[in-house]
């Protein structure tokens, strides 16, 4: 099978909430593309999913697919422990992405796609988490600028917080499970505030939840969690993260491969 982009950097990291004297753990995977790379690494697909990739009309809509299942699946490996062929990734009725395996029916995952980038977290359904990963773009943040409150746009004081503002309420869209149907005022940023270097971002109508946003190469990652929460976001740096390799973590096919030597995790 031809795609006119492919996997060339995937990475891992796991992180932790602390809840109630509770510790809940999740695997976030990030995953960016090159057309200059020739790769495939279909068989971390099940033949669902394959099935699935096929059934798209629009290039654009297959790989966006592929890099999704790819960072979802990698993130739910690391997370539940099971090989990439012992589930699936499939499609609910609104299009959420739903985990279907015989054992861990506990986790559960969530995917977004940007352009040349793709961000996925797994988690357990008792600590609901949402993800949203957009590039850094001008243009964009230009736009939507006209969609935001005025109490929001008071908030603006650089380009770059708009789009912030976009995908803190696109991941809170995704942990309830609503995705961007209903109307953006419900969405409503309250707070907004820097801490070290990520952005804590609060909600006029959903007191029970909050977002982390920070820039992760050339894109914002934002993660939606229970505000009750507290979050280690010591292991969100970048230099921390894992970086994958995946074609060597599929021919494995029981623990993820780094690409600096023979280090597994």
């Known amino acids: 099978m031809n795609t006119n982009k492919f996997l060339t950097d995937l990475f891992i990291q796991r992180i932790t909430f602390r809840n109630e004297n509770v510790t809940y753990r999740a695997s976030?995977?990030?995953s960016f593309f090159n057309k200059t790379t020739e790769f495939e690494a279909l068989n971390i697909l099940r033949e669902e999913e394959k099935e699935q990739l096929l059934a798209y009309d629009y290039q654009k809509r297959k790989e966006s697919y592929y890099g999704g299942r790819v960072?979802?699946?990698?993130?739910?490996?690391?997370?539940?422990k099971l090989k990439f062929q012992e589930f699936q990734i499939d499609n609910?009725?609104?299009n959420q992405p739903v985990i279907q395996c015989?054992?861990?029916k506990n986790c559960q995952v969530s995917i977004s796609h940007a352009n040349h980038a793709s961000a996925s977290i797994a988690f357990?359904?008792?600590h609901p988490l949402g993800i949203d990963?957009?590039?850094?773009d001008q243009k964009n943040s230009i736009t939507i600028v006209e969609y935001l409150t005025v109490g929001e746009k008071a908030f603006c004081v650089n380009?770059?917080?708009p789009l912030i503002f976009w995908t803190a309420k696109e991941a809170l869209s995704k942990v309830l499970k609503t995705g961007l149907t209903i109307p953006l005022h419900l969405l409503e940023i309250k707070s907004f505030r820097i801490v070290d270097s990520f952005y804590v971002i609060t909600f006029v109508n959903f007191a029970q939840y909050k977002v982390i946003s920070f820039f992760f190469q050339d894109t914002i990652l934002s993660i939606a969690y229970p505000s009750t929460s507290q979050l280690n976001s010591s292991n969100l740096i970048f230099s921390d993260f894992h970086q994958i390799d995946l074609k060597a973590s599929v021919n494995h096919g029981e623990t993820l491969v780094c690409v600096n030597a023979e280090n597994r995790i």
């Open 92 to 94: 609910g009725v609104f």
């Open 159 to 161: 380009d770059n917080i």
């Open 28 to 30: 976030l995977a990030v």
């Open 133 to 136: 990963i957009e590039s850094v």
């Open 124 to 126: 357990d359904e008792k």
């Open 102 to 104: 015989l054992t861990k």
């Open 71 to 80: 960072s979802g699946k990698i993130a739910v490996s690391d997370f539940t």
